[in-house]
């Protein structure tokens, strides 16, 4: 259960980071409010996941759960560039996640 708690917010901090370009520096309403609800979140289910996983791997998977969710929603929402490089790089950071559960 910890693991499915790390990996939702994970999620939910791409969530945020996702959101955050829309809040305009936090000058728009709804688009700060979904930011601040998504980060709470996620800090909230790190903070539960990391009772019965070790701190050093849950953050560090909770980071990279984040940042590939991240990288995947700049490359749909906002165009971000797709090269060979950058996929080679996301799946190394999908690699160390998985090896990390499997590790710990």
């Given at each position: 259960m910890a693991w499915v708690l790390l990996i939702l917010g994970g999620l939910m901090e791409a969530g945020w980071a996702?959101?955050?370009?829309?809040?305009?520096?936090?000058?728009?309403?709804?688009?700060?409010?979904?930011?601040?609800?998504?980060?709470?979140?996620?800090?909230?289910?790190?903070?539960?996941?990391?009772?019965?996983?070790?701190?050093?791997?849950?953050?560090?998977?909770?980071?990279?759960?984040?940042?590939?969710?991240?990288?995947?929603?700049?490359?749909?929402?906002y165009d971000d560039a797709v090269t060979p490089a950058r996929m080679f790089f996301v799946v190394l950071l999908i690699v160390s996640i998985v090896g990390l559960k499997v590790a710990g």
């Open positions: 996702t959101a955050m370009p829309a809040t305009r520096g936090f000058t728009r309403l709804w688009p700060t409010v979904l930011f601040l609800v998504l980060l709470a979140g996620s800090m909230l289910l790190l903070d539960r996941a990391q009772r019965d996983i070790p701190l050093g791997t849950a953050y560090s998977a909770w980071v990279g759960i984040g940042a590939v969710g991240a990288v995947i929603a700049g490359i749909a929402l």
